[in-house]
């Protein structure tokens, strides 16, 4: 199964809130007019695209007013043109030229951020590369003890210290063992928090400085998780963190389960920041890299 069927079948909650809903308003051979185009701006708004709904719907409306649309094909090519065209030209996997990549990542607790994680060690293991995880969150023991467990299953390795140990010193002691035995990867778990939370956000750049120290130029990469089902408040909270946190990606979790999918494109119009993978499952295989153009075909793909 390729990447467009994985996805359109694992993002079958936002299609059918998308795609079958265009069907939906052309049904009877009904024809392109205001009334539709206002209904189409509605579907878009349920699917969670924010203002990004109006301006796709003023594109449409441009082209209808110049004689372009003239039925659900032409408005599903141009609801097609009009939502790449939102969609970032970076994304999907970094290039790994450093030795250790060190990569840190962040997000609220019940992002997913934990899962990410441990699909990201699974999925860099199974290209071949050495990693090594960091459990820097040690506020909550139930957190190290399950990425312990991802861990022993992806046959990566594992720095954890007690629960209450200071997060930089397990975020040290990681960098220092895989300086040591030749890791390639370096994946450092933090506490999940909030923007309003300033002793944890502090604590988060005091790993950065920690780290920076240790290798120059880490964390490499600094990996926002968000939670798809979250819709508009995904949105706020790339924003809140990316002023706090100089973020480099993204990844969106849990998108098998909402209609919600298109919060996506309220998220890059806000931050401007890549999207790396999206979640698209629970199993450890179920972290695709974004690739823009089929998740755009999935999420408008008629059943």
Sequence with gaps: ???????????GRTRSALADGISGLFR?????????LGELEELLYNADLGSVASEVVEDLSRKHKRGELNGEADTRDALRASLLARLPEVWGEIEFTHTPTVILVVGVNGSGKTTSIAKLAHRFHSQGKHVLVGACDTYRAAAAEQLEIWAARSEVEIVRKDEGADPASVAFESLETALVLGH???????????????????????????????IEGAPHEVWLVLDGTNGQNAVQQARLFTEAVDVTGLIVSKLDGTARGG?????????????????????????????????????????
Excluded at 1 to 11: A, E, V, W
């Design 184 to 214: 390639d990867v370096v994946i450092l778990d933090t506490a999940g928090r909030l923007h309003t939370q300033t002793n944890l956000m502090d604590e988060l750049r005091k790993i950065q400085r920690v780290v920076s120290r240790k």
């Design 1 to 11: 199964m390729g990447l467009f069927d994985r996805l359109k079948t694992r993002l």
């Design 28 to 36: 009877g051979g009904r024809e392109m007019d205001a009334a539709l």
């Design 263 to 303: 919060a996506i494109f309220g998220i890059e119009r806000e931050v401007g920041l890549p999207v790396r993978y999206i979640g698209t499952g629970e199993a450890m295989e179920l972290l695709e890299v974004f690739e823009p153009q089929a998740f755009v075909d999935a999420i408008l793909a008629e059943a």
